[in-house]
Every structure is written in C-alpha cells, then in structure tokens.
C-alpha cells in the first residue's frame, strides 16, 4: 500500500510540475521579451525575383509572409523546401504542378482560393492571369536569408 501511495505521490508531483512548467512559459516576462513587429505590404519595397514575379515579404521567428505580384505567363519551376507553405490566391489565377495521393497532378487555384504545401511535396506555379498571391511558410525560409535568389526561381521564365 505505501508503494502505490509513494507512485501516485511521484504521479502527482510530476503532474504538477509540467502543469507548472508550462504556465511559466506564459508570465509577463516571457512576453516582455518577446518582439513585436509591424509591417506594412503598401510601404515595403518589391523585389523582382524572376521574369514576371515580384515579391515582398517579411519574417518573424517561426514563419513568413510573402505577398507576390505574378505577371500573366510567370513561371516558379517545380521546387520543393522544408516548409510548410499555405498558398492565398487574393486575384487572378494560377496553374499549379504538384503531387497529390502520389501523383503528379495540375490544380488551377483562382481568387479567394488556398492550397496548402505540406513540406518537402514539389509543386510548381503558372499564372494564368495577373495574379496576387499571399504565401506563409513555416518555418522560416532559411534559404531565402541570404541576399542571393535560391536556384529554382533563377530558371523561372515568363511564358509571353
């Protein structure tokens, strides 16, 4: 009896302490540390970044948000990344290459529109029209850190 006491004592006590641990991590310390940041898409800079594709975007510790401008004919060749990216399509309309239940497959996307790119599924875009699209990846695109333009959009060209 005393040894399922002295287990459910442990049990308890161990309980409490990850119950414990986790509401620390949600003090007003940890929050005051944390940085907050404002961005604002109308007031940022674009950068072309292929034949037709414009892009601006922004980061925070986990993820990003990018918001591309995609002439008529653009092009962003089939590529995959270790993130998850979930695709808005604001206007216009895209065609896009990816894998889906396996297979290669081509889903058009349109206004108001969202696919989601789970990581490391290879898709490729086309756009069908111009297009405005709002892309979030998580984590953070390591490879778009650095200030060179990773190798898939450099093969990137516009169907005019």
Sequence with gaps: MKLKIAIATAVLISACSVQNTAAQVNTIDSVATSKVQHFNFDKMKSETIGDGIQRKWFHGEKGQMT????????????????NEQITYIMSGKVK????????????EVGAGEVIVF??????EFWALEQTVDLDVHVPVREDWLSKEVPDYLNKAKADK
């Design 67 to 82: 918001l591309f401008n995609l002439e008529k004919g653009a092009h962003i060749a089939w590529h995959k990344h270790p």
């Design 118 to 123: 789970p990581e490391n599924v290879p898709h």
């Design 96 to 107: 896009i290459k990816t894998i889906i239940d396996g297979k290669e497959q081509f889903v």
